[in-house]
């Protein structure tokens, strides 16, 4: 195998064990059922993560200007957090309202969009596979949302749309996370992103504040630490490969989250869930096989 080759799985199995911490950390505040509001549970995960990258940040500090990362601005930093902060309060509110591995498989057309954005931003190409594996992604999407078609009610339930617009978000993240990759360290990256998403969900947080237990706290906590390792993770994949090779690997999330769904909720995947993530996966397939091409 090929120096690239080797590179590509390494790429695969960081990003694989990102998709898996992710899984778990969404799963959190299904627990709580809505007791806490979503933008509450993401400046909880964004301040316990910045706690969490702190103390590694200032021990690399010196290690860091020696190797002289040649640093993007931190304006990408901190449209890393906005998107960041969006994605946490769209998939927090989604969970609660839709099963887990509906609300995983409609945020996984995250990759749907990154692909999007990869050509427009990164000028990474798609031929005609490529283009029917979007539109593909998106039918697979609306199979999984179970659109009501009578006349009455809301077509998309709210949980559902909460979904997607997290995906929308995650989808801009990825980008520019491949973007920033490699011209930053990742323990800079990942403490200037999780602290400006701490300062922009401050004030709405404190305008939503639900009393919670102190177990419940410490719950949502725990996402902090969980993030920042599969934020890691991430990056580390991000900067092995493409953003069109790794979308079929986080594609893993929409399994993770049956069997969590399944082991802990009894949430059983119906037809409609089954079908739609099947055509989901199915274009992350043919984007990886067929649709990927790369200036």
Not at 32 to 45: H, I
Not at 73 to 89: D, K, N, P, Q, T
Not at 167 to 178: N, P
């Amino acid at each position: 195998m090929t120096g690239d080759g080797h590179a590509i799985i390494r790429a695969w199995l960081w990003v694989l064990l990102a998709t898996l911490l992710f899984a778990i950390m969404f799963t959190i505040p299904k627990f709580l059922d809505g007791s806490v509001a979503a933008v509450q549970v993401a400046f909880f995960r964004y301040c316990a993560g910045f706690l969490t990258i702190v103390p590694v940040f200032l021990m690399r500090r010196k290690s860091i200007r020696r190797e002289r990362h040649p640093i993007t601005g931190y304006g990408f930093h901190i449209l890393r957090a906005l998107m960041g902060s969006l994605s946490v309060v769209a998939i927090a509110y989604a969970v609660v309202e839709i099963p887990l591995a509906n609300a995983q498989a409609i945020n996984m057309t995250s990759g749907m969009f990154a692909a999007i954005f990869a050509v427009l931003v990164l000028r990474e190409r798609l031929n005609r596979f490529g283009t029917a594996a979007i539109f593909i992604s998106l039918a697979g999407a609306v199979v999984v949302a179970e659109p009501r078609l009578d006349a009455g009610g809301q077509w998309l339930s709210f949980g559902a749309l909460a979904a997607l617009a997290s995906a929308v978000a995650w989808g801009v993240d990825s980008i520019t996370l491949k973007y920033t990759s490699t011209r930053d360290d990742p323990a800079r990256q990942l403490c200037i992103v999780n602290g400006a998403a701490c300062l922009l969900l401050l004030g709405p947080a404190l305008y939503m504040w639900r009393d919670a237990p102190l177990a419940d706290c410490l719950l949502l906590l725990a996402m902090g630490p969980i993030a920042i390792f599969g934020q890691y993770c991430n990056i580390r994949g991000f900067r092995l490969a493409n953003a069109v090779d790794l979308t079929i690997i986080r594609y893993s999330g929409i399994v993770f989250a049956v069997l969590i769904g399944i082991a802990i909720f009894d949430e059983w995947p119906n037809l409609a869930t089954i079908l739609g993530s099947a055509m989901i996966f199915a274009s992350a397939f043919i984007m990886l096989r067929f649709g990927a091409r790369h200036p």
